[in-house]
């Protein structure tokens, strides 16, 4: 037997459990597919498992619930809000959080270490310490249900978080490189823009999956800044008043939550090539 064979052969079982936990994890996502294309009564006397001997037969299924709630239910509107919540609570938070972490990487001043472990210890802050201050105070700038408020939310919980990644990558990036950068008369905007931030562009795009994946999932700060306004409410909202307390229309829950998860999952999956590189960020210096 070849040592090549042999190693394959050696990984088998491994790539048998992998293929196995993709299938698991993968499971309720297609559940909640195929329910979300199946007529209401269907759905409310059998399980989504039934249609697979008949997986392929067209005639049972529907796209009904996507109309309904892309027309009467207003979930366009909604997916059109919680892309105008999202983008920026993502964007804004990342790009002041990239120049704080440079500064706390690269350059020196004063009471830099400080400021760093108080930027730290932001993250253990719990967040509801900070809803009924942060609202009072938008109900008197006038903030409260607007998307600046909600934009500006969003990245002062999102900044701890993005300082600390950004800074453990930048810090291990060649020090080398940047001292030859500066013997060659490169300020430290050109430092910053033509030698960080293309050589942190996994760290960027783990820190953006998970700036989106939150902003976009969150019920509680949506709540308390947006209120129940219909024009400014996002997905989650909207989600959150589809199914009354009596469980009716529970069957549009499935076509409304697969909106939802469509296009994180797309941004995840663009992404994912990064995503593990920016994870190990600044873990391994050298």
Request: no cysteine.
């Amino acid at each position: 037997m070849s040592p090549r064979l042999s190693k394959t052969l050696s990984r088998f079982p491994i790539h048998i459990v992998l293929i196995g936990m993709g299938l698991l994890w993968l499971t309720p996502s297609v559940g909640l597919l195929i329910s979300s294309i199946r007529p209401p009564d269907a759905v409310n006397q059998t399980g989504w498992w039934t249609v697979l001997p008949r997986l392929f037969d067209t005639s049972q299924y529907t796209l009904r619930n996507y109309q309904e709630i892309l027309g009467a239910q207003g979930m366009a509107l909604a997916f059109r809000n919680s892309l105008l919540i999202t983008i920026p609570s993502t964007i804004i938070p990342i790009a002041i959080a990239a120049f704080a972490a440079y500064a706390f990487a690269w350059m020196e001043f004063p009471g830099r270490q400080v400021l760093f472990v108080i930027v730290v210890g932001l993250l253990v802050v719990p967040l509801q310490m900070t809803l009924i201050p942060l609202l009072r105070a938008y109900n008197r700038l006038g903030l409260s249900g607007t998307f600046v408020g909600i934009w500006l939310a969003h990245t002062g919980y999102g900044l701890p978080f993005a300082v600390y990644l950004l800074r453990n990558f930048f810090g291990s990036l060649p020090r080398d490189l940047f001292e030859s950068a500066y013997l060659d008369g490169a300020s430290e905007f050109t430092a910053f823009f033509r030698l960080a931030l293309p050589l942190s562009v996994p760290a960027l795009a783990s820190l953006a999956i998970f700036q989106f994946l939150w902003v976009w999932n969150d019920l509680l700060v949506a709540l308390i800044y947006l209120g129940g306004t219909e024009q400014v409410a996002p997905l989650t909202l909207k989600l959150s008043s589809l199914v009354n307390s009596l469980g009716q229309n529970w069957h549009l829950l499935t076509a409304a939550a697969f909106i939802s998860m469509a296009l994180p999952l797309v941004v995840f999956f663009s992404l994912q090539r990064y995503f593990v590189r920016g994870i190990l960020a600044g873990s391994v210096k050298g």
